[in-house]
T-cell receptor
Framework: LAKTTQPISMDSYEGQEVNITCSHN???????ITWYQQFPSQGPRFIIQ???TKVTNEVASLFIPADRKSSTLSLPRVSLSDTAVYYC??????????????FGQGTELSVKP | ETGVTQTPRHLVMGMTNKKSLKCEQH?????MYWYKQSAKKPLELMFV???????ENNSVPSRFSPECPNSSHLFLHLHTLQPEDSALYLC??????????????FGSGTQLSVL
C-alpha cells in the first residue's frame, strides 16, 4: 500500500487559505486519495476524495497532478473551528488480507485569530 | 451526526473488570470496524467485520473480544485490561469494506481509562 508523507504541523490565521500537501510516490493505479479531519476526542470525518485532477466540494478542494505522486488539500478562508488533524490516505481498499489503509500521523493544523 | 453511535462516551475500569463497548450504525452499511487511538499516535485498525463475519484481526490481544450480532451492531468486550490499553476506541462503518473508493464513517469514540 502507498505510504504517505505530510507535514506534522501547520499554523495559519483566520481567513487565510491553507494548503496541505501529501506525498505518495508509490501510489498504485487503483488507489484513491482520501482526506479526513479529526477533532480532539472525536472520530475522523471524511472531507474529500479524488482520483485525478481537481475535486471540489462545499468544504475543500483537492488538487492531484497528472503523475498522482502527491496531492494538495486546500481549505479556503479557514476559521478557528478548522483547527484539527488532517489525514491523507491512499489505497484501493479499506482493508484486505494484504494490508489496509493507514492513518499516519496526520497534519495538525492550528488556526489562530 | 455521522450515523454511527458509540456508547459509553467515557469509561473507567480496573484491570480485573469486564466491560463492553457498543457501536450502532444507522447507515445501512455492511462493514464495521474497531480502531484504537492511543494518545498522540495514529489510529490502529483492530478488527473488521463484513456482513457480520470477522475478516480482519490485526494481532489484537485476546483480552479484546469483538462481537457483531448483525450488520448494524458491533461490540468490543473487554476483560483484564492493562493500563497501556487506555485509549480512544473508535467504531466505524463503510458501505461494503472492499471497494476502492469507500469512505469510513466514524463514531465519536469511547475514551477508555484503565486503572
Amino acid at each position: 500500500l502507498a505510504k504517505t508523507t505530510q507535514p506534522i504541523s501547520m499554523d495559519s490565521y483566520e481567513g487565510q487559505e491553507v494548503n496541505i500537501t501529501c506525498s505518495h510516490n508509490n501510489i498504485a493505479t487503483n488507489d484513491y486519495i482520501t482526506w479526513y479531519q479529526q477533532f480532539p476526542s472525536q472520530g475522523p470525518r471524511f472531507i474529500i476524495q479524488g482520483y485525478k485532477t481537481k475535486v471540489t466540494n462545499e468544504v475543500a478542494s483537492l488538487f492531484i497532478p497528472a503523475d498522482r505522486k502527491s496531492s494538495t488539500l486546500s481549505l479556503p478562508r479557514v476559521s478557528l473551528s478548522d483547527t484539527a488533524v488532517y489525514y491523507c490516505l491512499v489505497g484501493d481498499r479499506i482493508y484486505n488480507q494484504g494490508g489496509k489503509l493507514i492513518f499516519g500521523q496526520g497534519t495538525e493544523l492550528s488556526v489562530k485569530p | 451526526e455521522t450515523g454511527v453511535t458509540q456508547t459509553p462516551r467515557h469509561l473507567v475500569m480496573g484491570m480485573t473488570n469486564k466491560k463492553s463497548l457498543k457501536c450502532e450504525q444507522h447507515l445501512g452499511h455492511n462493514a464495521m470496524y474497531w480502531y484504537k487511538q492511543s494518545a498522540k499516535k495514529p489510529l490502529e485498525l483492530m478488527f473488521v467485520y463484513s456482513l457480520e463475519e470477522r475478516v480482519e484481526n490485526n494481532s489484537v490481544p485476546s483480552r479484546f473480544s469483538p462481537e457483531c450480532p448483525n450488520s448494524s451492531h458491533l461490540f468490543l468486550h473487554l476483560h483484564t485490561l492493562q493500563p497501556e490499553d487506555s485509549a480512544l476506541y473508535l467504531c466505524a462503518s463503510s458501505q461494503d469494506g472492499g471497494a476502492s473508493n469507500e469512505k469510513l464513517f466514524f463514531g465519536s469514540g469511547t475514551q477508555l481509562s484503565v486503572l
